[in-house]
């Protein structure tokens, strides 16, 4: 069992910038591979990004590449997104995931998620 708990979500203006973390516990070893998605209001889960164990590996959505980094600090088994320049369209709940090995974008290969931290960019 893996235990994900988000925070860092907030309000903020367009143009504006947040720093998710995700604190991990339990069997965290056997998950080499730490992620996020969200879900925008009346929209299905979407794939945001993905690193692996080592940190050299991303993987981000095309549509926050170049605004966010996803980042890890193994020793204090916690995971980041650094988020930049934050648009309207960003609002959502974000949830940090993790899965054993591959830096997929399918919400089915992820086997435990977080409870979710809200992010609201106003206009």
């Known amino acids: 069992q893996v235990q994900l708990v988000e925070s860092g979500g907030g309000l903020v203006q367009a143009g504006a910038s947040l720093r998710l973390s995700c604190a991990a516990s339990?069997?965290?070893?056997?998950?080499?591979?730490m992620g996020w998605f969200r879900r925008a209001p009346g929209k299905e889960r979407e794939f945001v990004a993905a690193?692996?164990?080592?940190?050299?590996?991303?993987r981000y959505a095309d549509s926050v590449k170049g605004r966010f980094t996803i980042s890890r600090d193994n020793a204090k088994s916690t995971g980041y997104l650094q988020m930049n320049s934050l648009k309207p369209e960003d609002t959502a709940v974000y949830y940090c995931?993790?899965?054993?090995?591959?830096?997929?974008?399918?919400?089915?290969?992820?086997?435990?998620w977080g409870q979710g931290t809200q992010v609201t960019v106003s206009s």
């Open positions: 995931v993790v899965k054993v090995f591959g830096l997929s974008r399918l919400v089915g290969e992820y086997q435990y």
């Open positions: 339990g069997r965290t070893s056997s998950y080499f591979v």
């Open positions: 690193i692996d164990w080592s940190g050299g590996r991303t």
